[in-house]
């Protein structure tokens, strides 16, 4: 009965067989579109929890920076960044980008220091408008009190990313001295 209509009109030629099959697709899409498949509070407790984990992460650090900056270990830190920095080449021609706060600063510098970066010797540290190449133990120590301040910091596990089970390109290999 309930396609009584859908009968009539195809009779009555006024509706063909293709706009039947389109009206009944569009009515099963519409039911698909309405049903809550309960994705959005998920979605919307793991944007919380990110937020509440971002603010706690922003509360440790501006502690730990009060804290160091009481101690007078910032000032310390200002002057020996400044002290143990190593200047690059004035004509190195090798772009080195490396993001901090969510901005990319570029560095020029040799294939030599790149080496050194890559391999963890060295670490670039952002300091009043200015990029500095510091021992990996000075930077290490910037990035535990400032870590604003830390631009590049080589860590073990960035030499052996870990590899996805279901990850279509697992077999290819990426160059670490990629540059982009």
């Known amino acids: 009965m309930a396609n009584a209509l859908q009968e009539q009109l195809l009779k009555a030629g006024l509706a063909s ?3 039947v099959k389109d009206v009944k697709t569009q009515k099963r ?4 579109s309405n ?3 309960g994705s959005a509070t998920l979605k919307q407790s793991i944007a919380e929890q990110k937020k509440r984990q971002a603010e706690q992460d922003r509360a440790l650090n ?7 900056q009481a101690r007078g ?3 310390s830190l200002v002057t020996e960044v400044k002290r143990c920095a190593i200047k690059p080449p004035a004509g190195a021609e090798l772009k080195f980008n490396y993001t901090l706060n969510n901005k990319i600063y570029p560095l020029f510098i040799t294939e030599r220091i790149q080496a050194q970066l890559l391999g963890g010797q060295l670490g670039i540290v952002r300091l009043e408008d200015s990029s500095f190449l510091v021992p990996h133990k000075l930077a290490e120590r910037v990035n535990l ?4 301040w830390c631009g590049y910091l080589w860590k073990p596990e960035d030499s052996n990313p870990a590899l996805e089970e279901e ?3 697992a077999d290819y290999v990426i160059p670490d001295d990629l540059m982009w």
């Open 167 to 169: 990850d279509p390109y």
């Open 73 to 75: 270990q910032v000032r």
């Open 17 to 19: 067989k293709q706009k």
């Open 29 to 32: 899409r519409d039911r698909k």
């Open 35 to 37: 049903v809550d498949d």
């Open 145 to 148: 009190l400032v870590p604003d």
């Open 62 to 68: 501006e502690q730990r920076f009060q804290e160091a």
